[in-house]
């Protein structure tokens, strides 16, 4: 779901073993384990085994060499995001497949998680084999459909939401907030790649640099729960939606930019669990609201969408895979029911630490294997 630029000559439907490790050499070792390409990641540097690529599927072995937690980028022009690895903690290795068409890329490591990440240029060049698996082409068929399914609730709860606060019915907005960012939670690795698009609806207050402008949903949650009023915030709402629209007129786009590719869509569901671990487990996701388990439970189905459209195709090429992740989302889920109240869930600043801990430990149980999807989808 981090997804490839058509500009690029991106790989739309690469998904067999074909598309391989990049045909001449892009997977090769140079530094890596078990043929990925290493990068080496530290406080102040982020080395890349190598700078040059054959097109098709390439495998990264990111190690955090540093002290302090780390996320990586793969970014095409214009900072359109391909795909992420977020949460690498210091003295951890982790593995990240990618699908890339010809083109000038760029691999970003963000020691603190923070800012736009130590580059390295990286280029990809050729044509890679385009043999195509039939269960794939028709998952990634289903799953652009569920992506404009998602939108689209959401732009309609939204304008529901947007029409209580605008009334100045805070009881009532209070209601449809939580409701109108579940399409949104879905599909936010999608909804992220538009790099310009994702700030301007989902920032946090804590996210925002100085003097940069603050729109979205978060603006109107503080709106809510913390002055208690709408007044004179009214034109974020309509601001809120026409952002939204326009992400549903770029995902309805007869050329999808960024396009999603069968790795894009594993990597993403890999993304969804971190953003849980990232913002919902912590809190920090809902600051005003509390509403963060609703934005989890989302978050959970969207990779778990992901995963039912691939599973066959994983359980012919990795059954002990299948086994661990069906283990590990019924027993994330199996957690969140433990919360549930009414249409909803409770209060997260209601869940007690132990309580928290034990959801993010079946959070990172699930996360594990999840890491693993994309690979094996096109392996």
């Known amino acids: 779901m981090r997804l490839v630029p058509a500009a690029a000559a991106v790989l739309s439907v690469c998904v067999l073993a074909a598309c391989g490790d ?3 050499g892009g997977g090769a070792g140079a530094g890596g384990a078990g043929g990925a390409v290493a990068i080496k990641a530290s406080d102040d540097r982020c080395e ?21 937690v780390t996320e990586v980028y793969v970014y095409a022009p214009g900072d359109k995001i391909i795909t992420e690895r977020e949460n690498i903690g210091p003295g951890q290795a982790v593995e990240l497949t990618v699908q890339l068409g010809a083109g000038n890329y760029q691999i970003a490591c963000k020691p603190g998680m923070v800012g736009n990440g130590i580059r390295q240029d ?38 529901t939401f947007a029409d209580a606060f605008k009334k100045g019915d805070v009881e009532a907005a209070k209601r449809l907030y939580a409701p109108s960012r579940i399409g949104w939670e879905r599909i936010e690795p999608v909804a992220e790649s538009f790099g310009d698009l994702d700030p301007r609806v989902d920032a946090r207050e804590a996210d925002l640099k100085p003097g940069e402008k603050w729109t979205g949903w978060h603006r109107l949650e503080k709106a809510l729960w913390k002055t208690g009023s709408t007044k004179g915030q009214e034109p974020y709402a309509d601001q809120l939606l026409k ?25 993403g569901a890999k993304e969804l669990l971190d953003e849980v671990a990232t913002g919902k487990v912590t809190g920090e996701e809902e600051a005003f609201s509390h509403t963060d388990l609703v934005d989890f ?58 309580q928290r801990k034990e959801l993010a430990d079946g959070v990172n149980t699930l996360g594990e294997p ?10």
């Open 243 to 267: 952002d939204l629209n326009e992400l549903r007129a770029r995902v309805t786009a007869a050329q999808l930019d960024p396009p999603i590719t069968p790795a894009s869509m594993a990597n």
């Open 22 to 24: 990049g045909g001449g």
């Open 122 to 159: 990286i280029t990809v060049t050729g044509q890679a084999d385009h043999a195509t698996d039939p269960r794939l082409s028709s998952a990634l068929a289903a799953y652009k459909t569920y992506v404009v399914q998602q939108t689209d609730a959401t732009i309609a709860a939204t304008r």
């Open 48 to 68: 890349v085994g190598k700078h040059d690529f054959a097109a098709g599927t390439l495998r990264f072995r990111v190690a955090n060499e540093g002290r302090k």
């Open 297 to 354: 439970k989302a978050n959970v189905d969207g990779a778990k969408k992901v995963y039912e459209l691939v599973k066959a195709v994983v359980q012919e090429k990795d059954p002990a895979l299948v086994e661990q992740l069906d283990a590990g989302f019924a027993r994330v889920e199996g957690l969140l029911r433990k919360y549930q109240k009414g249409d909803g869930y409770v209060p997260y600043d209601t869940v007690g630490k132990a």
């Open 370 to 379: 999840l890491s693993k999807l994309a690979a094996a989808v096109v392996r």
